[in-house]
C-alpha cells in the first residue's frame, strides 16, 4: 500500500513510537489522526505537523471514546487506511512475595490498556476499512500492533506486561485471517529496548548499562527505528499475519 493520501490512526501517537510513526507518515505524504491522553502534547504534535495531522484525546478502554475518535478521524480525513497501536503501560510486580500477592487491579489494567483497548480500535476501525475502494493489490487497510520482547522473554516482575504482549503477538494470525478476504492485512512489532520517554526517566548511567546488553548495535533503538518498519509493513503486500522483533539480537535475562 502507498503511504501517500493515506489515513493512520495511530493510539499513543503523542510521544515515543507513536509519535515517530506518525512523523514519518505525515513525512511520507499520509494523514494522521493521534489519540493519547496526553491534550497538552497532543495538540502541540498537531501544531508542528500541520494540516495533515489532527488530535483527539482518547481513553481506549473506553468503547464510546473510540468510537468517537473512528468517527472524528472520518470527518476530518474521510477514510481510514492504517491502525497503529502504540498505546500501553508497563506496570512491575512479582505474583507474590513475602509481602503479599500481585494486585489483581493491576492485572486487569494492563489487559484493559495492552489487550482490550488494541482490540476495540482494530475491530472499530477494520469495520471503516472493509469499505474503501481496493487498490492494485486487492488491498483496502493495514493495521500494526506494537508488542514487546517481553511476550517472549518476560523478566520478572513482568507476569502482567508480558501476559498483554503476549496477547497481542497470539492474535496476530487470527486475525490476519479473519480479514485477509477483506484485504486488510495485519503486523505486530515486539520492540526491544527503545529511548522513549519512559526510558528517558532513566539515569543516564543506566539507559547506557541497558543499551550496552544489545548485541548490535549496542544502544538503545531510536523511536526512528521503529517508524521505519512500520513504514515497510504498510508498503510490503507481502508483510502479513506476522510478529517481527526489532530487538538488535537482544534476549532478556530474568532481571
Known amino acids: ?26 513525512f511520507k505524504g499520509a494523514q494522521v489522526v ?32 473510540v ?6 478521524a472520518l470527518e476530518q480525513f474521510k477514510r481510514i487506511d492504517i491502525v ?8 512491575g510486580m512479582k505474583i507474590a512475595t513475602k509481602k503479599g500477592s500481585h494486585k489483581i487491579e493491576l492485572f486487569r489494567k494492563a489487559m484493559e490498556i495492552n489487550v482490550i483497548g488494541p482490540f476495540d480500535v482494530m475491530r472499530l476501525a477494520a469495520e471503516k476499512m472493509i469499505q474503501n475502494e481496493p487498490n492494485d493489490e486487492e488491498g483496502r487497510g493495514v493495521i500494526i500492533n506494537t508488542a514487546s520482547i517481553a511476550a517472549f522473554d518476560g523478566q520478572i ?14 492474535m496476530t494470525l487470527p486475525v490476519a485471517r479473519d480479514l485477509s478476504s477483506e484485504g486488510i492485512r495485519i503486523c505486530t ?56 522483533r526489532l530487538d538488535g539480537a537482544i534476549r532478556l535475562a530474568p532481571k
Do not use: H, W
Request: proline share 6%; glycine share 10%.
Open 157 to 170: 516482575g513482568q507476569a502482567a506486561y508480558a501476559a498483554s504482549k503476549a496477547a497481542l503477538v497470539g
Open 67 to 72: 468510537q468517537a475518535a473512528i468517527d472524528f
Open 34 to 65: 493521534i489519540l493519547d491522553l496526553n491534550e497538552e502534547r497532543g495538540n502541540s504534535l498537531v501544531t508542528e505537523l500541520g494540516e495533515d495531522a489532527a488530535f483527539i484525546k482518547t481513553d481506549i478502554t473506553d468503547t464510546n471514546q
Open 84 to 91: 497503529i497501536n502504540c498505546a500501553g503501560i508497563a506496570p
Open 189 to 244: 512489532i515486539a520492540p526491544g529496548l527503545y529511548k522513549t520517554p519512559m526510558m528517558a526517566g532513566l539515569p543516564e548511567n543506566i539507559q547506557e548499562a541497558l543499551g550496552k546488553m544489545v548485541p548490535f548495535p549496542s544502544r538503545l533503538g531510536n523511536p526512528k527505528e521503529f517508524a521505519m518498519l512500520v513504514a515497510q509493513i504498510i508498503e510490503n503486500p507481502m508483510l502479513n499475519g506476522e510478529t517481527i
Open 1 to 26: 500500500m502507498k503511504i501517500e493520501n493515506k489515513t493512520a490512526v495511530i493510539t499513543g501517537g503523542a510521544s515515543g513510537l507513536g509519535e515517530a510513526a506518525a512523523r514519518l507518515l505525515v
